[in-house]
Nanobody
Framework: QLQLVESGGGLVQPGGSLRLSCAAS????????INWFRQAPGKEREGVSS???????YYVRSVKGRFTISRDNTKNTVYLQMNNLKPEDTAVYYC?????????WGQGTQVTVSS
C-alpha cells in the first residue's frame, strides 16, 4: 500500500522560502506524475504544480516563476521549492498520486506566510 508523507511546511515571512517534500513508501513514484495541491481556509483545493515521469512540469499561474517542482527517484521523493512566498500562499499543501482507480493523498503540511 503506497503512502505519501509531506514535510517541510512552517511559518515564514513574506519573501521567504520553504522546500516541501513528498516522500513515498510502499511503491515507486518513478513512473508516475505527481501533483501538489493546496487548500486555504474557506477555499477550494487547487492544483499548484505537477511533474510527469519524464520531468515535464506544470505550474498554476499564481506561482509560476516562484515555485519549482522536482523529483529525486533515488529517494522516491518529489520536492516543491517555494521562493518569494506571499501571504496568499498560506494553505495546507498536499501531494497526490493517481494510479488507475487508486487516488493517493498525503496528510498535508501547513504553510503560513505572515509577518
Amino acid at each position: 500500500q503506497l503512502q505519501l508523507v509531506e514535510s517541510g511546511g512552517g511559518l515564514v515571512q513574506p519573501g521567504g522560502s520553504l522546500r516541501l517534500s513528498c516522500a513515498a513508501s510502499g511503491d515507486t513514484l518513478e513512473y508516475y506524475a505527481i501533483n501538489w495541491f493546496r487548500q486555504a481556509p474557506g477555499k477550494e483545493r487547487e492544483g499548484v504544480s505537477s511533474i510527469s515521469s519524464t520531468g515535464t512540469t506544470y505550474y498554476v499561474r499564481s506561482v509560476k516563476g516562484r515555485f519549482t517542482i522536482s523529483r529525486d527517484n533515488t529517494k522516491n521523493t518529489v520536492y516543491l521549492q517555494m521562493n518569494n512566498l506571499k501571504p496568499e500562499d498560506t494553505a495546507v499543501y498536499y501531494c497526490r498520486f493517481v494510479d488507475g482507480p487508486n487516488d493517493y493523498w498525503g496528510q498535508g503540511t501547513q504553510v503560513t506566510v505572515s509577518s
